[in-house]
Nanobody, 125 residues
Framework: QVQLVESGGGLVQAGGSLRLSCAAS????????MGWFRQAPGKEREFVAS????????YHADSVKGRFTISRDNAKNTVYLQMNSLKPEDTAVYYC??????????????????WGQGTQVTVSS
């Protein structure tokens, strides 16, 4: 019912910035909470950030708090992840996710309803 497509990944030096975008299909985008997760090679999926349907509430993992900011533009059916002060340990495939409630998108153990295919972020030192 919901298709998600990530973009904006790439190679960046430590200390640099990237902005990821996730474009969603359909006309009910504002009814979905949205989130970002990441997965490095050989590691489990890790929660990064999430945002409520209205954009009124956000969660950010401690590892990215103060550096990453999630936002959304419901008129464009798009959610963003602004990543500043990037570190080599941020290197991972970043996945966009959608869920019926933000309570499904608050921890690394959360189970989203829909997933994008991911975009690679590589941070060099």
């Amino acid at each position: 019912q919901v298709q998600l497509v990530e973009s904006g990944g790439g190679l960046v030096q430590a200390g640099g910035s990237l902005r990821l975008s996730c474009a969603a299909s359909g006309r009910s985008f504002s009814t979905y909470a949205m989130g970002w997760f990441r997965q490095a090679p050989g590691k489990e999926r890790e929660f990064v950030a999430s945002i409520s349907g209205s954009g009124g509430r956000t969660y950010h993992a401690d590892s990215v708090k103060g550096r990453f900011t999630i936002s959304r533009d419901n008129a464009k059916n798009t959610v963003y992840l602004q990543m500043n002060s990037l570190k080599p340990e941020d290197t991972a495939v970043y996945y966009c996710a959608a869920a019926s409630t933000i309570m499904k998108l608050t921890t690394s153990l959360s189970r989203a309803d829909y997933w994008g295919q991911g975009t690679q972020v590589t941070v060099s030192s």
